[in-house]
């Protein structure tokens, strides 16, 4: 269903790409947009290892939201090293690029669970009990990572 990893010597592995996404605060959502063009946007997120999902808080309209109801696959790549080498002519990086389905969270709980981790993430020292005090719950939405990984690195081990 997906291409191989062309170089695969530079794959990382599962538990790397695993600490890629659990360190990473932003990445790049794709979708396919509107007219059949590719729409990329930046945005936070926050990734439940044990679940294997991404998790990201949107606007209840837009064109993230109209794209994914079209077209629920996608893909999302988070940089995690940057590194350019102006005397090798090269830059060395890291990132992982995950390809999966997107869907809206319809669930309450479920909802509130997003919350608590985007939460967690981005506002480690808030009360978890000041965020229940939200009047509506939030339209987060939720982007499935299951379906594959791969993992890219160039140049020597950044860790």
């Not at 010597?9 to 659990?22: D, I, R």
């Not at 209840?60 to 696959?73: E, N, P, V």
């Amino acid at each position: 269903m997906f291409r191989e990893m062309r170089r695969k010597k530079q794959a990382l592995s599962a538990s790397a790409c695993a600490a890629v996404l659990k360190r990473g605060t932003a990445g790049v959502l794709a979708v396919l947009g509107d007219g059949g063009y590719p729409y990329a946007v930046p945005l936070s997120y926050a990734y439940d290892e044990s679940a294997q999902k991404l998790y990201f808080h949107c606007a209840r309209t837009g064109h993230k939201l109209d794209a994914i109801a079209r077209h629920s696959q996608v893909s999302f790549c988070v940089v995690d090293k940057d590194q350019v080498m102006p005397q090798q002519y090269t830059t060395y990086f890291r990132s992982v690029v995950v390809f999966g389905r997107a869907r809206v969270l319809q669930d309450v709980g479920q909802k509130r669970a997003a919350l608590e981790l985007l939460a967690a993430g981005y506002a480690p020292d808030d009360e978890p009990g000041r965020r229940q005090d939200s009047a509506a719950p939030p339209n987060s939405t939720e982007y499935n990572v299951i379906d594959e990984r791969e993992r890219s690195q160039s140049g020597p081990a950044l860790f």
